[in-house]
T-cell receptor
């Protein structure tokens, strides 16, 4: 069973460009979470999605950031007009959502390391 | 609000030494508790978890017990190896959505 897949693993963008990060959950998982890890810090929650629905986006910056999880295909985290402060590692996690909410285990992908020049 | 506090690192140990990484939490209800490990350049791997008070999670020689009375979930291993060198994150899940992470503790084990 393949794990959570993310691509690209490394992404370099210039200020003002768009960054598009992809996440394919584990087989059988219908819940996707995005987290951001800034240097020397822990992971911070950004957004939680199920197929075609955003469930919780309380950690998402109000501007320039958006996320989707379409019926077909991977989840996408989009950052428009990137700035240097967006440089970070972005991790996607997935879960089945069936074992009880708070005990449901989230499995993480390898991350996308975004560098903004 | 909910939060997780981990001991500051880095923790530097010799091979076969005993490891403890402290983790305490603040939560309004009864969260599930997790330890994740991150090797350099990689994503997080689940190490162990506990879903209710007095549960003990264990994996690969690591253990942690959910202590409600002290709101703690300390990670222990009796004999560390060089291959255990990594960053360890304590986390809780209260509401079934976001994991709330501590800042991470870097462990360095030398032979």
């Amino acid at each position: 069973n393949a794990g959570v897949m993310q691509n690209p693993r490394h992404l370099v963008r210039r200020r003002g460009q768009e960054a598009r990060l992809r996440c394919s959950p584990m087989k059988g998982h219908s819940h996707v979470y995005w987290y951001r890890q800034l240097p020397e810090e822990g992971l911070k929650f950004m957004v939680y999605l199920q197929k075609e629905n955003i469930i919780d986006e309380s950690g998402m910056p109000k501007e320039r950031f958006s996320a989707e999880f379409p019926k077909e295909g991977p989840s996408i985290l989009r950052i428009q007009q990137v700035v240097r402060g967006d440089s970070a590692a972005y991790f996607c996690a997935s879960s089945t959502g069936t074992s009880g909410s708070r005990s449901d285990t989230q499995y993480f992908g390898p991350g996308t390391r975004l560098t903004v020049l | 609000g909910n939060s997780v506090t981990q001991m500051e690192g880095p923790v530097t140990l010799s091979e076969e030494a005993f490891l403890t990484i402290n983790c305490t939490y603040t939560a309004t209800g009864y969260p599930s508790l997790f330890w994740y490990v991150q090797y350099p350049g990689e994503g997080l791997q689940l190490l162990l978890k506990a879903t209710k008070a007095d549960d003990k999670g264990s994996n690969k020689g690591f253990e942690a017990t959910y202590r409600k009375e002290t709101t703690s979930f300390h990670l222990e291993k009796g004999s560390v190896q060089v291959s255990d060198s990594a960053v360890y994150f304590c986390a809780l899940n209260q509401a079934g959505t976001a994991l709330i992470f501590g800042k991470g503790t870097t462990l360095s084990v030398s032979s």
